[in-house]
């Protein structure tokens, strides 16, 4: 057995559900499709219309894929395409509070109903029965056809597979098709699993990729995507399934795919907590580094990550790029929120390390090449009078330069000044930074409670 | 009668030698000739050499194209192309020294005798009577070819027009072709103010110029040049007369030939005198500017100002250089050299101003793309163990980064220290910095003992 098949097994054992667990959700599951039809017969709709409803267990507890210990249930209910959405609505939330008596309301591209049984997270979500994944009027409505066309291809073994892929890329940071991770989600990883045909080899094809790659299983493309990974979507040949991962996790697998062939071992599958970085430790960084750091610190607008957090990477993006024009050289920059629910407040934090936080009264302003007649002209004669600036124009070479007041002279100064609205903020971040706080240097070490764990991942960067 | 008509008048009464001068210079330059006639015949050389040998008088006095003041006879005593070079050596310092019995021997690129007669400065220099320009044997040779081509050209009004452009580029401080300078040489200033027909014609010309501009009054250039300017010598196809003159003294003959065409006044071609900038005046600057100046302080190595200048520059752009790829960011820079004479002691500066002095322990250093797998792999294996750097490797997008401990973090510290002697400096410079001092921030204020004007110029920049 080599070393790779070794911790293979060894991380199988660790989380591939028991026989228990697998009784426990079939039984749960079961019990739940039966209330769901119960839930349809009391609805007393159309019975054209009900005749025409099914229900389909879709995910990855769906197809034998999941982690052990993961306990989502998601159960589709599709209707009929000549159901008004209104009503599609309507008897979707019905049969969800129905089936899921303490469960809430969520909202995707249209509401369904969460809820707990048994310990298990379901999800109850109506969608419509498109004869064709491309024919889709939400999302939701082409999960079936994944759910589908994996469980088609999908032998046990290739299961024991995604299991691994899955956990390496936990493992890894890569795993999540949210906004905030911006990795591999589960249908994207069982794909890969099942083009490549185990997680091996897929890691064999992954440390060997010269981006940007494409994948097209059903050799069916239909549009050009210039995104690092492109994965046709074997359902619909316009969708890259892998649109949503950044060139930072891809570089993340690729990295790790070659030290786990190189050096096999389950940490790399169950990387140990890190301590969450204290106060000392970021003086002590500070110390070490030498550099600045500025933060911005406010209460984070009440969105869901998949909204906020496109809106933290513009808002740190535009402040970078407003500190660097204005001449302070950017070290490294990140974005934290703090842990908690998206409704209740927490605080958020758009945080730059600087190599300096103070520059020069003056900044040196090139102007036109002297030989451009009319513009060293102009250039010369706005300058040369009432507005004159403190130094030139003089020459340097064959151009006109002055030495002028630099607008911008303390990084802090300009974040806490109104000038930050200008450089290109998310909506709901402007909005949540009229109230805002400005740390500068030392002075963030107190963010240390309540962002210990971003803190530390911070000062203490892994691939 | 126009404004510049006016001014050239007024400029021209100042410039043009009177009577009395061109009177004094006559009587003078005759009474050399004739000594120089006398000195041959004491020599008792070959009847036939004597025979061959003449006297020329050269230059702006022998052309009427001297500015009123500037005393300067030259006379060339030119000698068969037969006579072995030691032997005209030898002859040439003979009768230099008969004629010039106060006189001391100069070098340029053969000896010769340099005095003062009647209060004139006096150059007697040996040269071969070649029968075409091309021909050559040392620079000297040349210049009676070029004197014989001007003085064919020059009418009375025409040399009129060289004292003014000649007064114009001394007042903008573009006049002369020696390597401190690098601008206007004599010969070019009455080449372009022969080729434009007077000094009017060459500063609308010059007004409108878009480097690089080749001018060619014989049409009979022989090779490529890639000068912003190039004058063709009329005498040698093969020469550009302006090959020392700088892109920044082109473009500021530019500049004032607009500024004197738009607002003609006298003051341009006689700028009064500045004010050397004293201690208090430098500190003035600094606080005002909020820059941090360095400053290297060495004896200056005992050459000719033709051989000290061109190292002086290569010295600063080599810092320049070495300090911006440490990363400090270099506002502006300039080099000094104390007045006095070339042969005495005399203290030379390296002038730094820097935005930031210090910086962080820690640079950003950037890797390869992680998909270049045996470069990847390469790089990340150096600094995963051993080598480990403080921070990194981590991945930024699709990159390896590290932060590690930068060289340099105190740039006064790096021109302490012996790295200064890797920068690329002129070779004597090199020598000489091995005794130096390094002054910071307001120290230099110091060095408005002896370098006052140098430190005007620097901090109230004109074009």
Redesign the interface.
């Known amino acids: 057995m080599s070393e790779l098949d070794a911790v293979r097994e060894s991380v199988l054992d660790r989380v591939k559900p028991g026989p228990d667990e697998r009784e426990r959700l079939e039984a749960t599951s079961g019990r739940l499709v039966d209330r769901v039809h119960e839930a349809l017969s009391d609805l007393a709709m159309d019975p054209d219309i009900e005749d025409d409803v099914d229900i389909v267990r879709v995910g990855s507890t769906a197809r034998g894929t999941w982690l052990a210990g993961d306990r989502d249930i998601d159960l589709f209910v599709r209707f009929p395409t000549d159901l008004p959405r209104s009503e599609l609505e309507r008897y979707g939330l019905a049969i969800g509070h129905a089936v899921l008596p303490d469960g809430h309301e969520e909202y995707a591209e249209h509401p369904y109903v969460k809820g707990t049984v048994d310990g298990f997270e379901v999800d109850l979500v109506p969608c419509y029965a498109v004869s064709d994944a491309t024919e889709i009027r939400s999302a939701v409505d082409r999960t079936p056809f994944h759910d589908a066309y994996l469980s088609e291809r999908l032998t046990p073994t290739l299961a024991e597979e995604v299991l691994l892929a899955k956990r390496f890329l936990k493992g890894i940071g890569a795993y999540g098709s949210d906004l905030k991770t911006r990795g591999f989600s589960g249908y994207l990883t069982e794909l890969l699993v099942v083009e490549f045909g185990g997680f091996a080899p897929l890691l064999r094809a992954a440390?060997?990729?010269?981006?940007p790659i494409t994948i097209d299983p059903e050799t069916h493309a239909a549009t050009a995507f210039d995104d690092?990974l492109v994965v046709i979507d074997p359902t619909d040949p316009e969708r890259n399934v892998a649109a949503v991962c950044?060139?930072?996790n891809?570089?993340?697998v690729?990295?790790h795919a070659?030290d786990l062939l190189e050096t096999p071992r389950t940490e790399v599958f169950f990387p140990p907590d890190r301590e969450p970085l204290d106060s000392d430790g970021v003086r002590d960084h500070l110390r070490?580094?030498?550099?600045?750091p500025v933060a911005v610190v406010f209460e984070a607008p009440s969105l869901v990550d998949d909204q906020l957090w496109p809106q933290l990477r513009k808002s740190r993006s535009g402040i970078v790029r407003a500190l660097e024009d204005h001449?302070f050289?950017v070290?490294?920059s990140t974005a934290m929120v703090e842990d908690g629910s998206e409704t209740d407040p927490r605080r958020a934090v758009l945080f730059v390390e600087l190599?300096?936080e103070t520059?020069?009264?003056?900044a040196?302003h090139l102007g036109p090449?002297?030989?451009?007649?009319e513009h060293?002209?102009g250039f010369?004669a706005a300058y040369a009078d009432e507005e004159r600036p403190?130094?030139?124009?003089?020459?340097?070479?064959?151009?006109?330069v002055l030495?002028r007041d630099r607008e911008v002279?303390s990084a802090a100064e300009f974040l806490e000044s109104d000038a930050i609205f200008d450089v290109g903020l998310g909506t709901h971040v402007a909005d949540a930074l009229s109230q805002r706080d400005v740390l500068v240097g030392a002075e963030t070490a107190t963010l240390a409670d309540g962002f210990g764990p971003e803190l530390r991942s911070y000062?203490?960067?892994?691939?």
């Open positions: 440390a060997d990729w010269s981006p690092p950044s060139a930072e891809l570089a993340r690729q990295h070659r070490r580094r030498g550099t600045t001449g050289p070290l490294r190599l300096v520059l020069p009264s003056i040196r090449p002297v030989a451009v007649r060293a002209e010369y403190p130094y030139g124009p003089f020459l340097e070479g064959d151009r006109y030495e002279t000062f203490d960067p892994r691939p």
